[in-house]
């Protein structure tokens, strides 16, 4: 029962990093229509620029934290008015493609800065465990938790009080409506992104801060897609949801059939649920269902 309860809490750190990363994902995809295959990348990018602010220049974690957070805003923005912004009206194909060599860039860049060795961030939480009955949990997950909940219940105020978020809600429902009433849906583009590379950047900084950092944490945003169409493509509650779900899923079959069939369960598996989720439910648990008439 111990390990059961283990592989829960394990799973529940790594899904609400998943979840993280599906609520950019979502963003960009309601507001702008695409499926940002960079969103590992803008992990891998925010974990690096934390790392070397507080190793390189011995900037406190918490103010690197804070000044990556500007930084992630900042280059999301940019991305979507240097790249994404030219793009618009063109093939879908076309900006999924231009997504995925914006990943590469982005990876090779890291690279060329940082090198392919893995990277460990300097001790930050520390390493005396809770302790709840015979249970011990490590204090970065339960910081990694929290940090993640607190970020998470920031944005669905922010989406539903401010006039900016209400905003982006009117863009991803309709963007001719949201025109029509004066709203700067180019505007909207730009701050999906930025948004996205911040929670992005979170996930990454945390991510970093359990398993150290290499260019494969950008993998990350592979996982994303099996979140999404589980939660539901187009909805942020899904993507929590859906989040979480993979994350523990993945880690029961980690613990429980890798040992049976010497290993490979653990990263097939959430694949393995999107295939079965696709097939009884296309537009996952909480996806809106398009109606087109032909």
């Known amino acids: 029962m111990e390990f059961f309860v283990q592989l829960i809490i394990t799973g529940t750190v790594i899904g609400s990093i998943y979840a993280l990363l599906a609520l950019g994902f979502t963003l960009i995809y309601k507001a702008t229509d695409v499926v940002n295959f960079a969103q590992g990348e803008l992990l891998m990018v925010g974990a690096y620029v934390c ?11 918490w103010a690197s934290f804070l000044i990556t957070l500007v930084f992630s805003f900042t ?25 995925i060599g914006l990943s590469s860039v982005m990876k090779a860049v890291v690279q060329i800065f940082w090198g392919t060795d893995t990277r460990t961030y300097p001790q930050v939480f520390s390493q005396e465990p809770f302790m709840i009955a015979s249970l011990s949990i490590s204090r970065v997950y339960i910081y990694s938790i929290a ?6 219940i920031l944005f669905s105020i922010f989406f539903k009080k401010s006039k900016v978020g209400v905003a982006m809600r009117a863009v991803a429902s309709d963007q001719q409506a949201a025109l029509s009433m004066g709203i700067d849906v180019k505007k909207i583009f730009a701050l999906s992104w930025g948004i996205a ?17 290499n260019t494969t944490l950008s993998h990350f945003g592979l996982k994303v897609f099996p ?12 993507a929590i949801v859906g989040g979480l779900i993979i994350g523990i899923l993945e880690n029961l079959a980690g613990g ?3 040992p049976l069939i010497g290993g490979g369960a653990k990263e097939i598996f959430p694949y393995v649920v999107m295939i079965a989720v696709l097939m009884i439910k296309p537009y996952g648990l909480f996806g809106t269902k398009a109606v087109e008439k032909v």
């Open 256 to 258: 429980y059939i890798d």
């Open 51 to 61: 790392l070397h602010l507080t190793v390189s220049y011995n900037v406190p974690f």
């Open 227 to 238: 979140v999404v169409i589980l939660g539901g493509l187009d909805s942020i509650v899904g």
């Open 197 to 213: 590379a911040v929670v992005s950047s979170v996930g990454g900084i945390f991510l970093g801060n359990i398993n150290g950092i």
């Open 147 to 152: 940090a993640v909940a607190v970020f998470l």
């Open 75 to 99: 280059m999301g923005f940019f991305i979507e008015k240097v790249f994404l912004r030219r793009m618009i009206g063109e093939p879908i194909i076309s900006i999924i493609m231009l997504t």
